[in-house]
């Protein structure tokens, strides 16, 4: 079945450790992919997106993403988190070709220790 | 930066009453979507719409939702007799011109509570 796994559901890091949150896709084909992330009481937020090209993907806020093909996986990483990261984040995908809807993982929560 | 808006932020409603969640997608973009998650739960999507008409929808989008674009700038999702289990936040998304290849922006959400 297609789907997006999230394997943690919940990550504690201290502020300046590095992070890495794992997201792994299940489709035949490479589909777009992208994280988003949610502070409480909030939107969705583009953090960054993966189409085509370069694996290595730049997003905002100094996050950054690697698509792997042979992992189907594409793990958010960031060199030093900050206590405003603190929030959910969701990896979601768009099978391409088709009507660009997304689906998501079950999103990772984010807590950071000072 | 332009950005989805949606009103109320939270909606209060009686089971069985109708509600509708009102958003101003991104004025030059021509894809619509509606997401909903229920609290502790995943993002789920529910409707796509293009050129005025529904694209694709979930099967969480029974007979008693809808959606409409009654202007220019408004896309709206109604649940006609809702239920308890309609309790959830509510995503308004929109992207651009190409169908795939765009990233999709949402709003803030509306906050639906069935009483």
């Known amino acids: 079945a297609q789907s997006v796994t999230q394997p943690d559901i919940h990550i504690t890091v201290s502020e300046g450790a590095s992070l890495e949150l794992r997201c792994n896709y299940s489709y035949g084909a490479t589909p777009y992919l992208f994280w988003y992330v949610q502070s409480p009481g909030q939107g969705l937020q583009l953090l960054l997106k993966?189409?085509?090209?370069?694996?290595l993907v730049q997003g905002i806020k100094g996050f950054e993403a690697e698509f792997k093909r042979s992992q189907s996986s594409f793990n958010l990483r960031k060199p030093s988190v900050h206590w405003s990261d603190a929030a959910e984040y969701f990896c979601?995908?768009?099978?391409?070709?088709?009507?660009?809807?997304?689906?998501f993982g079950a999103g990772t929560r984010l807590a950071v220790h000072p | 930066e332009p950005e989805v808006t949606q009103t109320p932020s939270h909606q209060v409603t009686q089971m069985g009453q109708e509600v509708i969640l009102r958003c101003v997608p991104i004025s030059n973009h021509l894809y619509f979507y509606w997401y909903r998650q229920i609290l502790g739960q995943k993002v789920e999507f529910l409707v796509s719409f293009y050129n005025n008409e529904i694209s694709e929808k979930s099967e969480i989008f029974d007979d008693q939702f809808s959606v409409e674009r009654p202007d220019g700038s408004n896309f709206t999702l109604k649940i006609r007799s809702t239920k308890l289990e309609d309790s959830a936040m509510y995503f308004c998304a929109s992207s651009g011109r190409d169908r795939g290849n765009q990233p999709q922006h949402f709003g803030d959400g509306t906050r639906l509570s069935i009483l």
């Open positions: 993966y189409f085509s090209g370069d694996t």
């Open positions: 979601a995908v768009v099978l391409s070709g088709g009507y660009n809807k997304l689906i």
